[in-house]
């Protein structure tokens, strides 16, 4: 478990046993200490009055810095509850029901859950109801009851910049980044969506620097959202260079910047629950990678923290099969950048029948083919990573690799010395590098080539095998590698990602994007 | 209808057996590999407050007691509040995690995983009246719910709330010496008569053991003829 957050009490001075309201005159009166009979809990309203916004109320500068764009609880809210309900009368704080509950079917506010299996029904000392309920799915944030109020600020927030280049980047974008660059730009000006379909390694980051900078010097406010923290770490320190007078907001589970407001936030799309019509322009960097396509509660989450008018950034380099098909079909707005950075072709997969490889690792044997790949690759001290499907194959594999050479090492999600390992493999102190998919994006290795055994596994989609393709050849150094997918059966993901990886370079050469 | 594990969320896949096909399904909301992560307290261990000895440095044993309860045995005014503490499970890393997801986060489901547990060690005890350690009327507002009480309703019994706390403070956050020598952080609410009554105290964790003593210390002067705790963590 994660170390405990600091909470905040809501009531530092009088003592608060219960949380039930009225309405009354059109207007939500909270009871914390006694319950008159005609209080209830928030979510058995139909609907929330909002009170008129007093222009002439003089509201705290504090309160609207912390609350906007956001969706809060009052637990999260050091300020006394008076002051908060204080705005809310005035109209300038949202109160929203924590949960709705159309014919028996709940919704979480927060999280749009609708899994019957993750509401609990319990009895709640704070409305003092036998049956509230609470929401399991999105409880790490702090618990949403059917009791409880999301917070947000609902008056006027300032919107101004006097930075009309915050950008401070002397780079130059190949051709391919140039025109995705300027295609970005325009979406965010006219607040449109756009996916960009850039291969692995194509350079994606640099082509947001200036829609980014269009987008602040407007005073909007921008979000690059990911599903995966490594991602969220590495873009922190690169943004925070090129745009050096704009504070930026980096955010995961547990870190520091938890209550920063700031223009420019990198967060983990887990984080954007706590956001509430906040971001002018949002773009997502992995689309298809875990847990995002999983889990609909991160795609409600991204929806949520958009403002109604607001441009979108979808990022991949592989996009799913409904994707692609709606870019072709015109049902939804692309641009391409086909070659990488440095203008070479993407290495393209050799597929390799190697038998009934499973059948071999029984008796304690690789297919020959794969021997003779390894071997190859020790003798004239090339790096490499061997993916595999499972961990219990890799286990397997590991003992009959290290014959051949001892300091070869295997990696898992579950690994406590991941990144040890992968440090090793960067400084080269480690020939190869046996691995699960989670090497199968994220990380960069300047010189290596790269096999799968058992390609046919259904966990190599054709994302994923496009993925791990994209691992070879990303330096301009040594912009080539072979990788090869060893399997017991070609399958249709295999076709498809070896036939994608050919169109992006058909299509690179097409348009001069290829110098060699 | 697919289950799935309390904690882990896993889908939990039903073992089907012979027995299991003829008799009523027994109620199990967690998966094999959680079940078998919670580690029951077996061998020998403290006969007052449950302790392992395996793993116990030996001068900390006295016969078949700790060194803790020898401690409390010689202090006439507490010695003989507590006649008997017995818990669950080993408070090992699985345990505190789920523990500090059910009271601290407020995971009020998750007294379900443990309730199977208290359930079946209550079936095997005599007593007249269940009593959960009270929280401050701060803490319970910030939970939600008392963990000890929901522990005793969802094994299916009635709490007695006999007891109300009247000192607020974070009891993890103090050193054992000002534990024990706290003023008595309890009183008694007089809606239940303890005369005579054979009382269990429910608490999540014993630890230094100073929040059952103390309850019932309070429980024996209002008269009850014995009073022993059972806690799931140890």
């Known amino acids: 478990m994660r170390k405990q957050k600091v909470r905040f009490l809501i009531y530092p001075c009088i003592e608060v046993n219960t949380l039930r309201f009225t309405i009354k005159n059109n207007i939500l009166t909270p009871f914390l200490i006694e319950k008159p009979q005609e209080s209830r809990p928030i979510s058995s309203f139909e609907a929330i009055p909002q009170p008129p916004l007093n222009e002439t109320y003089s509201f705290n500068k504090k309160l609207q810095q912390f609350l906007h764009g956001k969706q809060l609880l009052l637990d999260d809210l050091p300020f006394p509850i008076e002051e908060i309900h204080e705005h809310y009368e005035n109209g300038y704080i949202l109160y929203r029901k924590g949960m709705t509950k159309e014919k028996n079917k709940s919704t979480c506010a927060r999280c749009g859950n609708e899994d019957r299996a993750l509401f609990v029904c319990f009895p709640c000392a704070r409305c003092d109801e036998e049956h509230c309920t609470y929401c399991r799915k999105c409880l790490m944030m702090g618990r949403v009851s059917a009791c409880t109020p999301l917070v947000s600020w609902s008056g006027p927030v300032q919107t101004q910049s006097d930075n009309q280049r915050p950008l401070k980047w002397n780079g130059t974008l190949s051709p391919g980044q140039q025109l995705a660059s300027d295609r970005v730009k325009q979406a965010v000006t006219d607040n449109t969506e756009l996916l960009v379909w850039a291969v692995c390694g194509a350079g994606k980051t640099e082509v947001l620097f200036e829609g980014i900078n269009t987008a602040l010097a407007a005073g909007k406010r921008v979000c690059i959202a990911t599903p995966r923290i490594d991602v969220v770490l590495e873009l922190g320190p690169r943004l925070k260079a090129v745009f050096p007078e704009i504070p930026v907001a980096v955010l995961f589970g547990g870190s520091e910047d938890r209550h920063l407001q700031a223009p420019l936030t990198i967060a983990t799309i887990h984080q954007l629950l706590r956001f509430y019509k906040a971001f002018d322009t949002v773009i997502l960097d992995e689309v298809d990678a875990f847990p995002y396509t999983a889990d609909d509660s991160l795609q409600y989450a991204v929806r949520q923290s958009r403002k109604p008018v607001s441009s979108m950034i979808y990022l991949t380099a592989t996009p799913n099969q409904k994707w692609q098909k709606d870019c072709h079909n015109g049902k939804r707005e692309y641009v391409t950048i086909p070659a990488r950075y440095h203008r070479h072709p993407l290495p393209v997969p050799a597929f390799k029948w190697c038998g009934n490889w499973e059948k071999a690792l029984k008796k304690d044997q690789l297919p020959s083919a794969v021997t003779q790949w390894i071997k190859k690759r020790l003798e004239t001290q090339k790096q490499c990573l061997l993916f595999f499907p499972n961990i219990d194959k890799m286990d397997k594999v590991l003992p009959i690799l290290r014959k051949l050479e001892p300091k070869i090492e295997s990696v898992h999600a579950e690994d406590p010395d991941r990144k040890s390992k992968v440090q090793k493999m960067r400084d080269k102190e480690v020939p190869m590098l046996i691995t699960t998919t989670i090497l199968e994006r994220g990380v960069t290795f300047p010189n290596v080539d790269v096999a799968i055994l058992g390609a046919e596994d259904r966990i190599f989609t054709e994302s994923a095998l496009v993925q791990i393709a994209g691992r070879v050849g990303r330096s301009a150094q040594f912009p080539s590698g072979n990788i090869t997918f060893f399997h017991y059966g070609k399958t249709e993901s295999m076709v498809k990602a070896r036939r994608q990886i050919l169109k992006m370079n058909e299509e690179a050469k097409k348009k001069g994007l290829i110098a060699y | ?234």
């Open chain 2, 1 to 234: 209808m697919l289950i799935k594990c309390l904690i882990c969320h896993q889908e939990i896949s039903p073992v089907v057996t012979w027995s299991s096909l003829w008799s009523k399904p027994e109620e199990n909301d967690l998966c094999k590999k959680c079940s078998e992560k919670l580690n029951f307290i077996e061998g020998e261990a403290c006969e007052k407050c449950s302790r392992p000895f395996s793993g116990l440095d030996p001068r900390y044993r006295t016969g078949n007691l700790c060194h803790d309860c020898t401690r409390w045995n010689e202090d006439p005014e507490w010695g003989s509040s507590l006649e008997r503490n017995q818990s669950l499970f080993l408070y090992d890393d699985f345990l505190k995690e789920a523990i500090a997801r059910y009271k601290f986060r407020g995971d009020y489901i998750l007294a379900r995983a443990f309730s199977p547990f208290i359930k079946s060690k209550l079936q095997t005890l005599d007593f007249d009246l269940l009593v959960p350690i009270p929280l401050s009327s701060e803490r319970l507002y910030e939970r939600g719910f008392n963990q000890s009480a929901a522990l005793i309703r969802e094994a299916g019994f009635t709490a007695a709330e006999m007891l109300k706390r009247t000192h607020a403070e974070k009891q993890s956050k103090k050193a054992r010496n000002e534990r024990i020598h706290l003023q008595q952080v309890f009183q008694r609410i007089a809606d239940h008569d303890a005369e005579n009554k054979k009382i269990i105290l429910i608490d999540d964790i014993y630890t230094t053991g100073s929040t059952l003593y103390h309850a019932a210390k309070i429980l024996k002067e209002a008269g009850a003829a014995s009073v022993c705790s059972l806690t799931i963590a140890r």
